[in-house]
């Protein structure tokens, strides 16, 4: 009985990676083992590898050699989506494939802050973690200023840390933003950077989280969310990300380290390891429940998540492509390998009920 191929859809840096034997983010090793595992074959390719109208696909197969070699396929019965698309052409290139009966799981992975927010406050549960957040605008700027003492700023889609800034109040009268290593106090005339990004349709204005500090520094978590080999959510994985010291952004790209929870906790004698793991666990599989409920090939995600100086769960954001590098710079390998393994079993279980359907 022949191994089924299994698809992944990567994006063009991502491909050239593989083609040329150099690890940009992904760890394709750690995707060969899984496979290898549940007895199946990994296919990477891009959106314009595949052709619709013949059902075909050319794709990087590992070879006999151990180096990477085209192959024309059959497109793949299942796909397990990793690449990031931004036009409404490749949204409507993906939805023709699901038509054909090919099933992508994760089809759409760019998802907007606020969007998700707005989904995730409608449940009652679910609100109470939930820091107000809107529109970018100054309007709402004006409004949230009157309302919280600290805010932040951030890009309503992606940004690796890049372009968030920090706005603080100081007295009555007196603020400050920061951007990066700059600040700038100010009073009744917003400075021109906070003019310009509250301002931004690209923009949003989140009620900073009071976060929970490490050694000093503020930390939040990463939180792997994935579907597995039954079908069902589970958290794969739990790691920390540190702020550099004198920052506000936790982000690896801008500086943040990575540190398991339980090492986390361990310095803060206020907190209980157990019981946070559990309050994280579970608000998380209940968000991304709820996250499913909007987009039903949601499969793997990765969920940014504060903690109060109490130990409560506060949500950030939802990462739909999370890199994952977090758990391996905070050197947790079984974790690490885990995300990659699971999203695969649960692309085996989606092949073997295809199967069984048929």
């Not at 989280?209 to 589970?234: H, M, Y």
Request: glycine share 8%; proline share 4%; charged share 25%.
């Amino acid at each position: 009985m022949s191994v089924p191929y299994i698809g992944i859809l990567v994006d063009g840096l991502i491909y050239s990676g593989i083609k040329h034997g150099v690890p940009y983010f992904e760890r394709i090793h750690f995707y060969e083992a899984a496979c290898k595992k549940h007895h199946l074959i990994p296919c990477y390719f891009r959106l314009k590898d595949l052709n619709i109208e013949t059902g075909q696909v050319n794709g990087l197969v590992k070879g006999n050699n151990g180096k990477y070699e085209l192959k024309d396929l059959q497109i793949p019965a299942v796909i397990h989506n990793r690449g990031l698309f931004f036009n409404n052409s490749s949204k409507e290139k993906l939805k023709r494939l699901q038509r054909s009966g090919v099933m992508i799981f994760n089809d759409w992975n760019r998802y907007g802050k606020l969007m998700v927010h707005q989904i995730l406050n409608r449940d009652e549960d679910l609100s109470r973690h939930l820091p107000e957040t809107r529109k970018a605008s100054l309007e709402n700027l004006k409004e949230m200023m009157e309302k919280h003492n600290e805010l932040i700023i951030k890009p309503n889609s992606g940004s690796l840390g890049g372009g968030v800034i920090l706005i603080k109040r100081i007295d009555n009268e007196q603020w400050t933003v920061t951007s990066h290593q700059q600040r700038w106090p100010f009073t009744d005339k917003l400075p021109d950077i906070l003019q310009k990004k509250a301002s931004s349709k690209y923009y949003i204005i989140q009620q900073r989280i009071p976060l929970a500090k490490s050694e000093g520094s503020p930390f939040d978590l990463r939180v792997s969310v994935q579907k597995n080999g039954t079908g069902e959510w589970q958290v794969t994985g739990i790691v920390g990300k540190v702020a550099k010291k004198g920052s506000y952004v936790t982000n690896v790209a801008q500086g943040g380290t990575c540190r398991p929870l339980w090492e986390i906790v361990g310095g803060i004698p206020e907190l209980d390891y157990d019981m946070i793991y559990k309050q994280i666990e579970e608000f998380s599989l209940q968000a991304v429940k709820e996250l499913e409920s909007h987009f039903p090939s949601l499969a793997d995600v990765g969920l940014d998540i504060g903690l109060t100086e109490d130990g409560f769960p506060m949500f950030i954001e939802c990462n739909g492509r999370d890199l994952r590098i977090t758990f391996g710079k905070a050197k947790m390998m079984d974790v690490w390998k885990a995300t990659y393994t699971t999203p695969i079993s649960y692309a085996r279980y989606l092949l073997d009920s295809k199967g069984k359907g048929e």
